[in-house]
């Protein structure tokens, strides 16, 4: 089984294979990709052993078997639907998010207390309303929902969405939910995302000087 620092690492490697297959290569190497991402040659190879695909000495991997068989391991390959629970302003941007297509995920629709919501449109999502996610889910057989709702209401709609049978779900909610073991639970953070980012600012700014090239300029 892959580890999941391992498939937590897929996505880069694909941005990086896609790039160099649009530039018209047809093979990387492992201590190029491990250059690119901060990596050691090691890391790459034994990332790229849980796929099935090997490299060739002095050679290195055939980039399009190496996008191929990450993707299926990803199930990339194969377009997921998903539901999406809170059209507010998260969930309008990401339900209007095109990128997720290419991960193959699809929001097939979306769904809100608001009245004054439903039956319109974002993108090409109608949204619906909340009486209506059982039998959607049921009649469409949905595993994975979207939550993007306020963090007070988080817990209920999650729950919610077990009792409609959904399998898996993706909060964006600031909350933490108590799930039964067998739903799958992802969680991004957008708070504690933003403090790591800040916390390493201020390692960086909290130096005496930054360097730039040749040259170095106090900080005051």
Same mark, same amino acid.
């Given at each position: ?55 060739? *000495? ?10 191929? /068989? ?22 309008? /941007? ?15 629709? /979306?769904? +809100?207390?608001? *009245? ?33 709702? *306020? ?22 909610? *600031? ?31 909290? +130096? ?13």
């Amino acid at each position: 089984m892959i580890s999941i620092p391992t498939i937590k690492r897929f996505p880069s490697y694909l941005r990086l294979l896609q790039q160099y297959k649009d530039e018209g290569e047809q093979w990387v190497s492992a201590t190029r990709l491990a250059d690119e991402l901060g990596l050691t040659a090691i890391q790459v190879r034994k990332d790229m052993a849980g796929t099935g695909v090997e490299g060739k *000495p002095k050679i290195g991997f055939e980039i399009d078997l190496l996008i191929k /068989a990450i993707e299926e391991n990803l199930g990339w390959d194969n377009a997921t639907d998903a539901i999406l629970v809170g059209a507010g302003h998260l969930g309008v /941007a990401l339900a209007r998010y095109e990128g997720f297509a290419s991960y193959g995920l699809r929001i097939v629709g /979306a769904f +809100d207390q608001d *009245p004054e919501k439903h039956d319109k449109t974002i993108g090409d999502t109608i949204v619906y309303p909340m009486e209506q996610l059982k039998e959607f889910v049921k009649k469409h057989t949905i595993n994975i929902a979207v939550i993007t709702v *306020p963090a007070e209401a988080a817990q209920d709609v999650a729950d919610f969405l077990v009792d409609a049978k959904i399998k898996a779900i993706w909060n964006f909610a *600031p909350k933490d939910l108590r799930l039964p073991a067998h739903i799958v639970l992802q969680r991004t953070d957008l708070a504690t995302s933003f403090a790591v980012l800040s916390a390493k600012c201020r390692r960086i700014f909290d +130096d005496s000087s930054i360097s730039f090239g040749e040259s170095t300029y106090n900080v005051t």
